[in-house]
Every structure is written in structure tokens, then in C-alpha cells.
């Protein structure tokens, strides 16, 4: 059963009603050309039968508006503009056969022929169903031909990152190793030199003048302070280097069993610096309940993106309330990402990225899934973030990705991951 939609005069339209009717098919009618076009942008048919011989409708001029694609802004109303168009006309209007050829599917002369309008009609439709299993297969092709270079490109980026992780990592553990010998060592010498000081009651005018020079003693509290700052900077290289490591694993060895709660964790220390408070925003404040989750059988690296890239546009969406907020409004404004993961039952996990964003977009709650998404993609970074967690979430892992948003009150994505591949 296909949507037809009939302009033509009373007349006619009952004459071709009642036929296409008979045949099985949803039809509806206008009665004039203005009319024709709004109804077919509600409507979106599979066909448009249009009475060419009438001087109120103007029919080459709703042709020409229902086949322009630049009108449309979805993929869904774009399918309009492949609709069949057939037109009745006389056999005087042949002398308009190059308009015809330019923009009409087909016509049909009248007065209408029963079978020869059903036969056309049907091969139109026909023809349609062909064009438009064609283009989705090209898309698919294509989509398929993105994925599998995105894929690649990530997967050498992966080798690249942890590689150049590995290399830092050698000089830094050679340095961090080497400043528990130097705290020691230091340690050792000031207590040295402290014996010294209660030995050496009356030192001499020159030992005065370089201990007054050197300001020995406040040498001596801040050296191991000092020491114990490049301690605590060089683990915390070390720890960020780890995280790099485990987060851009290559998954060369395929599925593998991951803690989703260790994947969250390197992921957030690899967006540590966009938390503090910028100019017009406070810090963001990341808050964590997490559960305990039982080891997730999966492609842990593409799992570690999909969370960078939610997480990332929640951080943009925030930074965006901030900026849209008056001033007064902003110092007040407490940025929140709450991180929360649980078990649904024996075969599923749920990890929820909830933000307190007050721009929130409806239409990305409204509207998500993997065709939307691939239609915005292009529109920000953002939405392509989550068009790559979309694919790695629903149909390489075969789990669940889903929009929660509210205005005013924020945006809540949910995700529900297998335990175990199947």
C-alpha cells in the first residue's frame, strides 16, 4: 500500500480516488496547487497525482517545489522529492514536452484509461521503491566505507598515543625512582649538617656571611619540600601516562574483560584540565556513584571514547549555559556532572552521564538515534562525538545509548552495555 496524494478538480479526483482506493492505497486530496504542496509536506507521499489541464493548478511550479531537495532538512522529508509525479494532461499540452521530460516522472493522456493509469502508476511506484533501496544501500556503503577508515584511523592514533606514552614513560620512571634516593640523600645531609651547627658553636665571620647569604635555614626546610613536590608531580605524570596507555589500548587481542569503573576514572583524568573554573564559569564539579560492576567483555579502548566523547559534550554544554547566563546569574550557576553505574540484572550494566545544564537541546532527546545523528554530525564536534559513541555503543556492542533532557534542569545520557559479547 503506498501514500497518494491526488490534485485535480472534483471530477477527476473521484474518478481517480475511487480507482486507487480499490487498489489498496492511502490516498488524500487537494483541490488546488498551494493546497497540493502543504499537503504534501505533511503527508510525505509515495506519489503525487497531479491534473495538469486545470488553470488553478499550476502544476509545473508544485512539481518544481516538491522535487527541490534544498528545501528539505531531514532525510525523511528529502524522500519527498523523490516521489513519483504523475501527471493528466490533454494531447494538446505535448507542445510542453520539454518541461515534461525535465521535471515529470510520467503522465497519463486523458480521458484516463483504467488499466493504462494503474500499470504506469504501479511501475512508478515501482521504480521509486528501486531508486530509493539504491540510495540507502549507497549510503550504507558509504557509511561503512567512513566507518571502517575512522576505525583505522583511531586504532593508529591508539598505537601512536600509547607509543609516544611509553617512551615518556621510561625517562619519567628513571626520574621519579631516582628521587627517592635523592630525598634520602638529602635527608642524610641536613641531618649531617645540623650535628655540625651543634659542634661548631663559634664558627668563623666567613661561615656567618654564607649561612646569612644562603639563608640556611630556609634551605633546609624547603629542600625536602621541594623534593617532595617533584615527587608528587612525577607521579602524577606517571599516573596520566598510565591512564593514556589504558585508555588508547589498540584492543588488538579483540574482546577482553574491562572495569567499566577504571575506564571512567582514566577517562576523567584525561579531561582534568577542562573541570577548573575559566573565565565566566565556576569549576565543574564531577560527582561519582558508582556500583559494583562485575568485569565488562568488550572492546575496552572504543568503550574508553564513547564515555571521552559524552562526558566531553557534557563539559561544552555547561561551558555553554555558563556563557549564555548574565554575569550575576553565572558566579552563582554550579556546574555538575554527576557519573553514576549499576547492575540491571544478570546479562546488563547501566553507566548515567547526567550534566545540570541549562541549555538543553530537546531536539537531540527527542530525535536521537544513529540517523540523526549522522545527519548532524557535521554541525559540531559534539554531535560527531556522539555519533562515534552511538555506533561503538549500539552496534558494535550491541547496548543501548540513550538522551534524557529537560530544560532548565539538564541532559542525561544512560548507557546499557551486555556483560558478555554474544
Known sequence: MAKILTIADSMTWEVVQELLE?????????????????MAREFSPDAIVCDGTLPQIHWLEVCRLVKADSLWDSFASRELSTGYFLLLITPEQFAEVQELDARVDDF????????????????????????LELARTQQELQLSRDRSLESEKMSNLGELVSGIAHEINNPITFIYS???HVQSYATDLIE???????QLVNPDAEIMQKQQDMDVEFLLDDLLKIVSSMR???DRIRQIILSVQDFSRSDRSGWQLFDISDGLENTLLLLQHRLPAREGRRDIKVMKEYGNLPQVECYAGQLNQAFLNVIDRAIDALEKSSQELEESESVKFKPVILISTHVIDGQRIAIEIADNDLATSEDIAAQFSDQFLRETAAESSSLFGLAISYRIIVEQHKGELKCFSEPGKGTKFRIEIPLRHS
Request: hydrophobic letters at 35%; charged letters at 35%.
Open 232 to 234: 608528587t608531580g612525577s
Open 108 to 131: 497519463v493522456l486523458k480521458p484516463i484509461v483504467k488499466q493504462e493509469f494503474l500499470g504506469r502508476l504501479r511501475a512508478g511506484l515501482r521504480e521509486r521503491e528501486l531508486r
Open 22 to 38: 480499490k487498489e489498496g492505497h492511502q490516498v488524500k486530496v487537494a483541490s488546488d496547487g498551494k493546497d497540493g504542496f502543504d
Open 178 to 180: 631516582n628521587l627517592t
Open 192 to 198: 649531617l649538617l645540623r650535628l655540625y651547627q651543634k
